[in-house]
């Protein structure tokens, strides 16, 4: 039976209860239906603008002091992110071949997982002891779009048998308006398998690159 947590709270997923050699880190969400005037139908219809709300998730994977160790590669004197700990939609498969995006769903329409990351937990070096998963919304300063407009987002860990673990669902409160970005969840490493912690901390910055800071 899955577990249920909220903002704060944590919960062990143990190998000898799960099977951890590859979890899916799925995310999902749906955006509110706003009410339009008929001036601004037409000005939205004619100008282009797209409503589409583009998630993304990101993960973070960082060493036993809560460091990305490898940011990617420098080349002519520039760093990049290719290649290194941090895993997204210009660097979609870690080095190790342990953990990996799926893909890219730019609208949250569908059931289900609109992004998935998976992790082969049980294979992943023992040099990382923390993964964080961040969520943006793409451009959303931009836009003008942020998680008060969102609804039904939430994130869940999935285990090799497709059973369902945890999952955090996001409330929508007025915390989350002006909002374009969040750590969203965490996995900390244990002696008998992993923590999946909820965070649920959002930021106004639309991308991840402004938490990078934080963890390197």
Known sequence: MSVSLKKGQGVSLSKSQFDLSQVTIGLGWDVAEKRLSFSEFFKNLFSGNNEDYDLDVIAFLCDKNGKITNLGTVENGKQTLDNGDIIFFNNMIHKTGHVWLTGDNRTGEGEGDDEQIILKLNALSNQYYKIVFIVQ???????K???GDVQNAFIRAVDANNIEMVRFDLSTSSEFVNKRSMIFAELNREANGWQFKAIGNASESDTFVSYIERYS
Do not use: N, P
Request: proline residues 0%.
């Open 137 to 143: 919304i793409y451009d959303g300063a931009q836009r």
């Open 145 to 147: 779009q942020h998680f």
